[in-house]
């Protein structure tokens, strides 16, 4: 198995299954748990004796053109695990911003409602 390692996560290439030749790609997060991101499938071509890697997301999108450079796949494989971090990196920073606002509103509420409360004590 292959590793290549990005930031605190790492891209894994397992062996080729022997029945359908398809190398699966996972990542390691930082708990140390996987997650699958792709699969790669290898084509023989039939007799000849070149051989050329297919390599797709989990949803089956292509992420580059057939190609006999493995090489290149695992560059396409970390390009997209950035990606990935990435994206959640910014969908962490917007929930949080979500968070921020509700607290914000809620401290506002509780500030109007702490005033009122002073202004009926202090009328009676």
Same mark, same amino acid.
Do not use: C, W
């Given at each position: 198995m292959?590793d290549v390692?990005?930031?605190?996560?790492?891209v894994?290439f397992?062996?080729p299954?022997?029945?359908t030749n398809?190398?699966k790609?996972t990542?390691?997060?930082?708990?140390g748990?996987?997650?699958?991101?792709?699969?790669?499938y290898?084509d023989?071509?039939e +007799?000849t004796?070149?051989m050329?890697?297919?390599?797709?997301?989990?949803t +089956?999108?292509?992420?580059?053109?057939p190609?006999a450079?493995?090489?290149?796949?695992?560059?396409?494989?970390?390009?997209s695990?950035r990606?990935?971090?990435?994206?959640?990196?910014?969908?962490g920073?917007a929930e949080?911003? *979500? *968070?921020?606002e509700r607290?914000n *509103?809620e401290?506002q509420?509780?500030?109007q409602?702490?005033t009122?409360a002073?202004?009926k004590?202090l009328?009676?």
């Amino acid at each position: 198995m292959n590793d290549v390692t990005i930031n605190e996560s790492r891209v894994k290439f397992s062996a080729p299954d022997s029945k359908t030749n398809i190398i699966k790609v996972t990542r390691t997060l930082p708990d140390g748990t996987e997650e699958p991101i792709g699969q790669i499938y290898a084509d023989f071509g039939e +007799g000849t004796d070149s051989m050329q890697y297919y390599s797709s997301t989990l949803t +089956g999108e292509e992420l580059l053109p057939p190609t006999a450079d493995f090489i290149d796949i695992e560059r396409e494989f970390e390009k997209s695990l950035r990606y990935i971090e990435q994206r959640s990196f910014e969908n962490g920073i917007a929930e949080k911003m *979500e *968070e921020y606002e509700r607290r914000n *509103e809620e401290v506002q509420e509780l500030r109007q409602t702490k005033t009122k409360a002073i202004h009926k004590v202090l009328k009676r």
